[in-house]
């Protein structure tokens, strides 16, 4: 039984490992990932640049302590970054000046243009007028002085020493240690989460890609007809059990080799090498990867059961559209769960929402990721899923054995359910 | 010799239609057994049921004396009625997945698959996809899976059906050739004179029940033995009032007669004779279209 079994599981990943397609998507998820990952990271780093903004004070006394203050910031920043602050005077008519700069901001003479309204620092609005509002740096640090100075001319007016002032509110910034098992404690930004949050993306998409790829199959082996030649050598549950085995392995393939692309750009010296250094790239315990692995492989056996099921029992995909909808929809719903798992992860509904077999491979990684999940209800989420892949196993078999030589009508719920009692 | 295949009161409904009915007949090892009967019959069901794609509800199959199981169909070549290839897979490579998942060794599958390539003047294709094939050449590749593990028994279902009659004669040929070696084919179809030309031995189904099952020769002894086709200087008046005829049938300018049972052969000539000249004295060979109208007739006056 066994060789045969390997014959089909042999054809469904050689066929499957060899296409275009399998490759282009190795690639590119990784590049995609990869790009997400990095080029906010590549961006926040090269905010630099040089920047001349002209300054319309029409308060007369602010153009001084915001340039200062600016000054201070870019000074502070260890990016290339050179703001020059080139005050205008505002003449006898400001309106007419505003519009002159404006049009010199728009010829390029300069970057932007700050205006201090007259009433400051009680009334107006100080205004930032440039082609490119999208300059995050360069806005942040406008702001910050305009704000410092500000604030530091009404602490003056109220009696009270900037100086001091600032030194005595300065923020405090909360550190963030993650208690590991064994009580270590490990520095987390909110990388981690990220991370973990990346993962059970891939692990949905990846369940629902493969799963639909055995419905597919399945549909591609009645649609061409060579399914009888088959069934009358092996069972159709050894048919089935071969299809799923076999797309399941592409799909570890897969993984295996964007774990080996991770492994050589974390390796030392590979991200300086394509020009990443200083980038920090967020890293998760082996531990998890082996989880991830475990989980995807049970979420895969469980959904490409039923998957496998709705191919048998139809002829097209559009015919099988809605059942192919309900079990889609089950695999959203831990999506949509993901907050409150988040929130609390180790409350009462998060902890049984993760052991719900069809949540579990999503949920339980996800609550991994972020909590110490006591091995019990780990050994249990894995047995429930063992148990919920033999029923969908038992169930889905019947549906097929009797699906699969099925084609004209477009069998109906009580014709599955007759199905199932005929099998 | 014992019989390779025996079918023992084999029964299969689905629902209230009953698609086969206490059907049982052996089909003697190195014969070309054919299985008749109009569309809707019951030949495919029959078949499906001999290779266990189905299950029979009453009955059982045996081969070589041993009931069919899971791995005991394995000795069958079975081409279905509905047969296709995976459309995507190179040629050679979807010939050694059959070849495999029949327990073929893949190196041994391989060579085979090319040898038989080769025969039918399709190596060059080995490399190409199916989807690049022919219709006709897809068949061959069809046929070639079937007999990649080399079975002892062949289960042809409607085996003629779109092949242009090029292919169906090298199909012919080849059924022949394997039966000089010692394999039983066992022909489902609906097309007669095919079965004329290859099949000793046939059952003919109607409507889920054998009505006719035996050597060819026999039963065309049995349907044309007592009947005479004669010509010559008589008219079909006389030829009804003679004693030793039972029934007159025309047949264009000559006539049918058949023969009373209590009669000899010779006493007909004799009175033939003496109403005139005999150009024609000849015992009719019926075909098989005849065969299977007249028992299907027969069997429905039974039924009525």
Not at chain 1, 133 to 140: G, I, N, Q, R, T
Not at chain 1, 267 to 288: K, M, Y
Request: a neutral charge; aromatic letters at 8%; one cysteine or more.
């Amino acid at each position: 039984m066994l060789h045969r079994i390997l014959a089909i599981v042999r054809r469904e990943y050689m066929e499957r490992v060899r296409t275009r397609a399998f490759w282009l998507s190795t690639l590119l998820v990784p590049l995609f990932l990869g790009a997400v990952m990095v080029i906010p990271a590549w961006l926040a780093a090269r905010g630099g640049g040089t920047f001349t903004v002209a300054v319309l004070d029409l308060s007369g006394r602010f153009a001084g302590p915001v340039g200062k203050e600016a000054q201070k910031l870019v000074n502070a920043d260890t990016e290339k970054l050179h703001v020059t602050m080139v005050d205008i005077a505002p003449g006898p008519d400001p309106a007419a000046t505003r519009e002159k700069i404006k049009g010199q901001v728009q010829a390029g003479t300069y970057d932007g243009m700050l205006v201090l309204p007259e009433g400051l620092p009680d009334e107006g609005q100080p205004e930032y007028v440039a082609p490119n509002v999208a300059a995050f740096k360069l806005l942040s640090i406008l702001e910050r002085s305009v704000n410092k100075a500000i604030i530091a001319d009404r602490l003056t007016a109220a009696g009270l020493d900037p100086a001091k002032v600032s030194k005595l509110t300065r923020r405090v910034d909360l550190k963030t240690l993650k208690l590991g098992k064994k009580g270590e404690e490990t520095r987390d930004q909110g990388q981690g989460f990220l991370l973990s949050y990346g993962f059970v993306m891939i692990m949905y998409f990846s369940v629902l890609m493969y799963g639909v790829y055995v419905m597919r199959g399945v549909l591609e082996e009645k649609a061409n007809r060579i399914v009888e030649v088959i069934i009358a050598t092996v069972r159709p549950f050894e048919l089935m059990l071969g299809k799923i085995l076999g797309i399941g392995a592409v799909g570890l393939t897969q993984f295996l080799l964007w774990a080996l692309v991770l492994l050589a750009l974390t390796a030392p010296g590979a991200a300086a090498a394509i020009g990443l250094s200083g980038v920090e790239l967020p890293t998760l315990p082996p531990i998890l990867l082996v989880f991830f692995v475990v989980f995807f492989v049970l979420g895969f056996l469980l959904f490409g059961t039923l998957y496998a099921g709705i191919g048998a029992a139809f002829d097209t995909e559009q015919e099988a559209q809605n059942f192919q909808m309900v079990v889609t929809l089950i695999l959203v719903v831990p999506l949509v769960l993901m907050m409150q798992i988040i929130n609390q992860p180790n409350g009462a509904l998060s902890v049984v929402l993760s052991l719900v077999p069809f949540f579990t491979p999503m949920l339980m990684f996800l609550r991994m990721t972020l909590t110490t999940v006591p091995a019990w209800q780990l050994a249990s989420s894995i047995v429930l899923m063992l148990a919920a892949i033999v029923g969908a196993a038992w169930i889905v078999g019947k549906i097929y054995r009797v699906g699969i030589l099925m084609h004209g009508s477009k069998p109906k719920l009580k014709d599955l359910v007759r199905w199932l009692r005929e099998a | 010799m014992d019989p390779i295949l025996q079918l023992e009161g084999l029964r299969k409904n689905y629902g209230d239609h009953v698609a086969v009915d206490r059907l049982s007949f052996d089909v003697p090892t190195g014969s070309i057994f054919g299985l008749l009967g109009p569309n809707g019959a019951g030949k495919t069901t029959t078949i499906r049921m001999i290779m266990r794609v189905i299950l029979p509800d009453a009955g059982r199959v045996l081969l070589n004396g041993e009931p069919v199981d899971d791995d005991r169909r394995r000795l069958i070549g079975y081409l279905p009625e509905e047969r296709g290839l995976y459309r995507k897979m190179k040629v050679l490579d979807h010939l050694v997945f059959l070849g495999t998942v029949r327990g073929v060794p893949p190196g041994e599958a391989k060579q085979r698959a090319s040898a038989w390539l080769e025969k039918f003047g399709l190596g060059d294709w080995a490399t190409h996809k199916v989807e690049d094939l022919s219709k006709g050449m897809q068949q061959k590749v069809q046929l070639i899976g079937t007999i990649l593990h080399r079975p002892r028994l062949l289960i042809l279902d409607e085996p003629f059906s779109g092949l242009d009659p090029i292919n169906a004669r090298e199909l012919k040929d080849l059924m022949l050739a394997m039966r000089e070696e010692g394999v039983t084919i066992v022909l489902s179809t609906h097309v007669l004179p095919q079965v004329d030309e290859l099949c000793d031995h046939i059952c003919l189904i109607n409507q889920a029940r054998p009505i006719l099952v035996g050597r060819l020769d026999e039963i065309r002894e049995r349907f044309g033995g007592r009947t005479w086709e004669v010509e010559g200087g008589f008219g079909r008046e006389e030829l009804e009032r003679l004693p030793q005829v039972e029934a007159v049938h025309s047949l264009r300018s000559r006539y049918l007669l058949d023969l009373r049972p209590d009669a000899a052969p010779r006493e007909l000539l004799a009175a033939l004779l003496e109403l005139g000249e005999v150009t024609m004295f000849a015992r009719f060979v019926p075909d098989l279209e005849n065969i299977f109208i007249r028992a299907v007739e027969e069997d429905q006056s039974h039924a009525a």
